[in-house]
């Protein structure tokens, strides 16, 4: 069974910076579309980056992320990495990684058009 699993979340204070990766045990990274989403207490799950699979560079940013967020390719490592810059108490969420079972698919934007997902990963921003 294909799963994601996400890395490197934790504290952090405001302004700071943090990197999140996103690995697989059952698919070939650089094949798929891989999105972050994340989910604050009280809040609708909503998606934050995503980087193609069709072309595998296009990327696409939730507003309140842009110019602080970037995700990327690893392909050493064979996974997508979310680097977080001057983060803010808004931040604050759980974030995971996900996936369409389909390759070379552009982003999508709907949750449902990601079938594998990861456990998710506490991200806290607080001084």
């Known amino acids: 069974q294909s799963q994601l699993v996400e890395s490197g979340g934790g504290l952090v204070q405001p302004g700071g910076s943090l990197q999140l990766s996103c690995a697989s045990s059952?698919?070939?990274?650089?094949?798929?579309?891989i999105a972050w989403f994340r989910q604050a207490p009280g809040k609708e799950r909503e998606q934050v980056a995503c980087?193609?699979?069709?072309?595998?560079?296009?990327?696409s940013y939730t507003d309140a992320v842009k110019g602080r967020f970037t995700i990327s390719r690893d392909h050493a490592e064979k996974k997508v990495v979310l680097a977080m810059n001057r983060v803010r108490p808004e931040d604050t969420a759980v974030y995971y990684c996900?996936?369409?079972?389909?390759?070379?698919?552009?982003?999508?934007?709907?949750?449902?058009?990601?079938?594998?997902w990861g456990q998710g990963i506490q991200v806290t921003v607080s001084s």
């Open positions: 996900a996936a369409p079972v389909n390759k070379w698919s552009r982003c999508y934007t709907r949750d449902k058009d990601f079938e594998i």
């Open positions: 059952g698919i070939t990274m650089d094949y798929h579309a």
């Open positions: 980087i193609a699979g069709d072309d595998g560079t296009s990327t």
